[in-house]
């Protein structure tokens, strides 16, 4: 672990709009052979291209796990309220039914019931007992008109909630384009170069063969658990946006292989930097979640003697990479 970078201190603020920069693609297209790789600028604009799919796929991620979190939110609020207002309704023909006794019991002057009555003492008795029920209809007034504020209320939170989920999914689809157009692009200018030059860089993309890891045991079951799941994903391709189990980005990556562990991760690179205890890179372990570049942009799992495992970036499998391959920020412990 001698040869490992130094840490370099993030200047990433937790509160900014969460982005996974793909920075791995430009670790990867170094290692293609000068005479093999794209020409200067083309290779430079798909370089760009992938950084800005990255950064919008990261958006992406971020602004559809908002808008599942506010469409459950709406969904438990519309409950809320669809019994808040039976709740309602039931007060109301509760007080309705206590009215009406009300009235056909003492629709007589109190006075001139005294005098009609055969039995005083009877009188007095329900005399008493409406009072009791008028005492208590006031009682059940003021539960409904509180409850109908409080459903008052209900009803406008869940209107400005479904308005910003709304925007959210605007949000999400805006995003969506965005990668889109740029994938698009970036295949279009590898699609331009000779067939042998294209060759060589997707050869590239593709990684080397297995590394040599014995002697990389991980610390516990949980943590094994995880680094089998991500060894079981090598191969599978990046899509944006995804988090397996067909296909997955950087983050979506490190979520998936905790998930098997019984271990939820949040969604985006910059979020799990601080999902556990950050480590200094000389005490990695396997299991540990390695985070590139001071903006935290690109998450890996470290697996072992100097290795780890990612999602690159578009036209690139999961893979083993070292774990140099670009400037390391931090390392986590979950």
């Known amino acids: 672990m001698g040869s490992h970078r130094r840490l370099v201190p993030s200047g990433f603020d937790r509160g900014a709009t969460a982005l996974c920069v793909l920075s791995a693609a430009a670790a990867a297209l170094g290692a293609v052979p000068a005479a093999a790789a794209p020409h200067g600028g083309t290779r430079a604009e798909v370089d760009r291209l992938y950084h800005e799919a990255e950064n919008a796929t990261e958006a992406f991620d971020r602004a559809g796990e908002r808008a599942g979190a506010l469409r459950r939110e709406v969904v438990q609020a519309q409950d809320h309220i669809a019994r808040q207002q039976e709740r309602i309704n039931t007060m ?7 009215a009406g006794a009300q009235y056909r019991s003492g629709g007589i002057d109190p006075t001139v019931a005294l005098l009609f009555s055969d039995d005083p003492a009877d009188y007095l008795d329900r005399a008493s007992t409406l009072d009791r029920i008028g005492a208590h209809q006031a009682e059940q007034l003021r539960k409904l008109r509180s409850a109908m504020r409080e459903l008052a209320q209900e009803r406008a939170e869940t209107a400005a909630k479904l308005a910003d989920l709304e925007k959210s999914r605007k949000s999400v689809e805006s995003h969506k384009r965005i990668v889109e157009r740029k994938l698009a692009r970036a295949r279009q200018l590898l699609n331009s170069l000779p067939a042998a030059e294209r060759a060589a860089y997707e050869r590239a993309s593709r990684g080397s063969g297995p590394p040599d890891l014995s002697g990389a045991v991980a610390p516990d079951a949980r943590t094994a658990a995880a680094v089998a799941a991500a060894r079981s994903a090598l191969g599978r391709p990046y899509v944006w946006g995804a988090n397996g189990p067909s296909g997955f980005d950087c983050s979506g990556l490190m979520q998936w292989s905790y998930a098997h562990a019984g271990v939820h991760l949040p969604r985006t690179s910059q979020e799990q930097r601080y999902a556990g205890r950050q480590i200094p890179l000389s ?8 985070v590139y570049r001071s ?15 990612h999602a690159p970036y578009p036209g690139a499998p ?11 920020s931090s390392v986590t412990r979950v």
């Not at 005490?283 to 390695?290: C, I």
């Not at 697996?303 to 780890?308: D, P, S, T």
């Not at 999961?318 to 390391?328: A, F, L, N, S, T």
């Open 92 to 98: 109301r023909e509760a007080l309705g039914s206590l």
């Open 318 to 328: 999961v893979r083993y990479d070292p774990v140099g391959m670009m400037p390391v």
């Open 283 to 290: 005490q990695a372990r396997p299991g540990d979640l390695v």
């Open 295 to 309: 903006d935290a942009s690109h998450v890996a799992m470290y697996v072992g003697n100097g290795r780890v495992i």
